[in-house]
Structures are given as structure tokens and as C-alpha cells.
């Protein structure tokens, strides 16, 4: 079946810092992959998405690319700020196999200091 | 549209109580999902609907749960009879159609306590 593996935190870093956080996925088909954000108290809300290998999604300063060699979708920000702290969750959508459903990654903990 | 609305936004209450947990999806949407999440478990899809018929029940953990969509604008999730385990936040969504690369759009959640 489907899964999201996402690297395991919490994640504390200073403002200004370069954010990675991995996510790598199985899929029996060709799915679409998505990075949600979810800010304290709220509902998780769509950060960026990619549709096919090579794509790069990318909002906010946030940039994630499709890679199906290593079928992975890492979330990458060059210089993060306090307002970022949040949890940050990885998803993908296999139509063949599972229709309008997602599958969800654990979500990684995000703390900035300034 | 304002978006995916849920109601009540916090709601405590006993053991063995029935708790029933509402939500408007964002019109012209054709899926509803219901979601439930804490710290031990994570996000976990319970139920979701298209076009208000439900499709994948295979998430709701037992009799004590039921969700139901009598319209295309409503759709609730009852807990009867509560437990404290249920404690969560749980969350809806709606996403237009099947399209592979759409998105789903989250309320805001409703955070239970059950004491």
C-alpha cells in the first residue's frame, strides 16, 4: 500500500537558518505529492504541491521537487523565520489506487527562534 | 466562500455522553472527509463521502462512531457513547472532485475532550 516517511523531530532551528525537512514515500502508482502546514490551532492548509516527477513546487519560500528516482519530495527554505513555526506534513494522492484519498506522513514539528 | 466551517470549535464532555460534531463543506465540493488527529496516532482518515454517499468507512474505529451526509452542505460525525480515549481534535475537509492533483481544504477542527 501507500506511506509517507517523514524525518523525525521536532525540528529547532534559528531564524535566518536553511530548513530541510525530508520526506521520502511508496506508492504502487504514480501520485501526486504535497507538503501541508499546520499553524497552532488550525486547520492544515496546502503549502505546495507537485504532479509528476521533476516538478518543483514552491510558495512562501518553500520549494519542494518530485524525484522518483529516490522517491522523495524534500521541503526546502532558505532562510526561516519565527512565523514558520508550525507543523509541516507530507502527503501524496495515488488516483489509480486510492482514489481522492491522502496519505499522510507523521508531521514534523517546527520551532524557530528568533 | 469562507471556507471549510466546522462547529463546535471546543467541546468537553462525560463519559458516555453522545457528542455529535458538524460540518459545511465548501460548496460545489464533491467529497467530504473526516479526520481525527492526536499525539499518539497522528492525522487518521475515519470516513469520507462522495457526493454524500460514503465511500471508505474502513477508519472509523468502532460501532461507537457514525458519520452520516444527508446533503451535499452538511455532514456530521456522532460519537454514542463517548469515551476519554476519544479525546482528539477532529477535522473535515472537501476537495472538488477526483482530480489527481486537487486539494484539500480544511476546517478549522473541532477539539474534544472527553472527560
Known amino acids: 500500500g501507500n506511506s509517507v516517511t517523514q524525518m523525525e523531530g521536532p525540528v529547532t532551528l534559528s531564524e535566518e537558518a536553511f530548513l530541510t525537512i525530508n520526506c521520502t514515500y511508496t506508492a504502487t502508482g504514480y501520485p501526486s505529492l504535497f507538503w501541508y502546514v499546520q499553524y497552532p490551532g488550525e486547520g492544515l492548509q496546502l503549502l505546495l504541491k507537485?504532479?509528476?516527477?521533476?516538478d518543483k513546487g514552491s510558495n512562501k519560500g518553500f520549494e519542494a521537487t518530485y524525484r522518483k528516482e529516490t522517491t522523495s519530495f524534500h521541503l526546502e527554505k532558505g532562510s526561516v523565520q519565527v512565523s514558520d513555526s508550525a507543523v509541516y506534513f507530507c502527503a501524496l494522492r495515488d488516483g489509480e489506487t486510492s482514489g481522492s484519498r491522502l496519505t499522510f506522513g507523521e508531521g514534523t514539528q517546527l520551532t524557530v527562534n528568533p | 466562500d469562507a471556507g471549510v466551517i466546522q462547529s463546535p470549535r471546543h467541546e468537553v464532555t462525560e463519559m458516555g455522553q453522545e457528542v455529535t460534531l458538524r460540518c459545511k463543506p465548501i460548496s460545489g465540493h464533491d467529497y467530504l472527509f473526516w479526520y481525527r488527529q492526536t499525539m499518539m496516532r497522528g492525522l487518521e482518515l475515519l470516513i469520507y463521502?462522495?457526493?454524500?454517499?460514503?465511500?471508505?468507512d474502513s477508519g472509523m474505529p468502532e460501532d461507537r462512531f457514525s458519520a452520516k451526509m444527508p446533503n451535499a452542505s452538511f455532514s456530521t460525525l456522532k460519537i454514542q457513547p463517548s469515551e476519554p480515549r476519544d479525546s482528539a481534535v477532529y477535522f473535515c475537509a472537501s476537495t472538488p472532485n477526483s482530480g489527481l492533483g486537487n486539494i484539500q481544504y480544511f476546517g478549522a477542527g473541532t477539539r474534544l475532550s472527553v472527560l
Open positions: 463521502f462522495n457526493n454524500n454517499v460514503p465511500i471508505d
Open positions: 507537485a504532479t509528476k516527477a521533476d
